[in-house]
Each structure stands twice: as structure tokens, then as C-alpha cells.
T-cell receptor, first 114, second 116 residues
Framework: GDSVTQMEGPVTLSEEAFLTINCTYTATGYPSLFWYVQYPGEGLQLLLKATKADDKGSNKGFEATYRKETTSFHLEKGSVQVSDSAVYFCALSVRETSGSRLTFGEGTQLTVNP | ETGVTQTPRHLVMGMTNKKSLKCEQHLGHNAMYWYKQSAKKPLELMFV???????ENNSVPSRFSPECPNSSHLFLHLHTLQPEDSALYLC???????????????FGEGSWLTVV
């Protein structure tokens, strides 16, 4: 079945540090890939997405590139801020089969200290 | 503000109570979802409705009963829950069923449920 594996948290960084959160996946078809963010006390918000190999999703300074050869979609940001503290979820959806569901990773808690 | 509103935000209920969670979307979407988020577990899809018809039920216990009276509203009726059902319940919607090729799924802020 489809699955998403994320880097285990929690991750603690200082402000302006470089962030990488690893995400790898297994899928039976050709997935679309997503990163969602959940700020404290809130629901999930779509952060960025990519729908085909080599696409780069980007938003709010975050980037992730769809790497089909390594089945990865790592999230990066060059300089994190305290306001980036949240839980980040990697997710996939396969068009041909389970198109009705997002398969999520377990989430990675990020804390950014001033 | 994502366009998906959930009420109540927090709910504490006893194991013999009957309560309901409500979700309303203001986006003109045709598909709505219930997800369960438990601590240290991946998000779990519970139910999918497309054009008010339930199209997916992922082996959810019958003590959870969804209702979709129209394309803008989704309820989750709760009865005789267990303490392990305590979790964040997230409602979501999308233009059509599925989360691929630009059909983004939008989430509400969730309802925190505690079963005592």
C-alpha cells in the first residue's frame, strides 16, 4: 500500500538556521506530493505541492522538489523564523487508485528559538 | 481562515453521552472528509462524501456516524465513545473527490474531543 515516512522529530533550531525535513514515500501509482503545516491550535494548511517528477513546490520561503528516482520530497527553508514553529506533514495522493485519500506521514514537530 | 469552519472547537463528553461535531464549508466544494488525528499517529481518513453521498468508510466503528445533509455541511455524530477516541477531528473539503492534480484539500481547524 501507499505510505509516507518522515524524519522523526522534534526538531529544534535557532532562528535563521537552515531547515531540512526529510520525506520519502512508497506508492502503487504516480503520486502527487504535498506538505501541510499545522500551527498550534489550528487545523492543517496546505504549504506546497508538486504533481510530477522534478516539479518544485514553493511557498513562504519553503521548497520541496519531487524526486522520483529517490522517492523523496524533502522540505527545505534557508532561514527559519520563530513563526515557523509548527508540525509539518508530508502527504501523497495517487491519481489512478486511491484518489479519494491523502496518505500522511506522522508529522514532524519544528520549534524555532529566538 | 480556510473557508472550512468546525464547531465546537473543544468538546468533553462522557462515555454514555451523545454529541455531534459540525463542519461547514464556504468554498462551493463537492467533496467533504472527516479525519482523525491522534497523538503520535498519522492522520487517519474516516469518511469521504462526494456530492452528499458517502463514498468511503475506512472501517470506522459504528459509534461514529457521519451525516451530510447537503454539500456545504457535514456532521459527525458521536455516541458511547471510548477514552481512546479522544483526538483532534479534522473536517476537510475539496472541489472534487481526491487530492491530486491541483484539487487541493482544505482543512478546518479541528474539534478537540476528550472522552472521559
Amino acid at each position: 500500500g501507499d505510505s509516507v515516512t518522515q524524519m522523526e522529530g522534534p526538531v529544534t533550531l535557532s532562528e535563521e538556521a537552515f531547515l531540512t525535513i526529510n520525506c520519502t514515500y512508497t506508492a502503487t501509482g504516480y503520486p502527487s506530493l504535498f506538505w501541510y503545516v499545522q500551527y498550534p491550535g489550528e487545523g492543517l494548511q496546505l504549504l506546497l505541492k508538486a504533481t510530477k517528477a522534478d516539479d518544485k513546490g514553493s511557498n513562504k520561503g519553503f521548497e520541496a522538489t519531487y524526486r522520483k528516482e529517490t522517492t523523496s520530497f524533502h522540505l527545505e527553508k534557508g532561514s527559519v523564523q520563530v513563526s515557523d514553529s509548527a508540525v509539518y506533514f508530508c502527504a501523497l495522493s495517487v491519481r489512478e487508485t486511491s484518489g479519494s485519500r491523502l496518505t500522511f506521514g506522522e508529522g514532524t514537530q519544528l520549534t524555532v528559538n529566538p | 481562515e480556510t473557508g472550512v469552519t468546525q464547531t465546537p472547537r473543544h468538546l468533553v463528553m462522557g462515555m454514555t453521552n451523545k454529541k455531534s461535531l459540525k463542519c461547514e464549508q464556504h468554498l462551493g466544494h463537492n467533496a467533504m472528509y472527516w479525519y482523525k488525528q491522534s497523538a503520535k499517529k498519522p492522520l487517519e481518513l474516516m469518511f469521504v462524501y462526494s456530492l452528499e453521498e458517502r463514498v468511503e468508510n475506512n472501517s470506522v466503528p459504528s459509534r461514529f456516524s457521519p451525516e451530510c445533509p447537503n454539500s456545504s455541511h457535514l456532521f459527525l455524530h458521536l455516541h458511547t465513545l471510548q477514552p481512546e477516541d479522544s483526538a483532534l477531528y479534522l473536517c476537510a473539503s475539496s472541489q472534487t473527490r481526491g487530492a491530486s492534480m491541483g484539487n487541493t484539500i482544505y482543512f478546518g481547524e479541528g474539534s478537540w474531543l476528550t472522552v472521559v
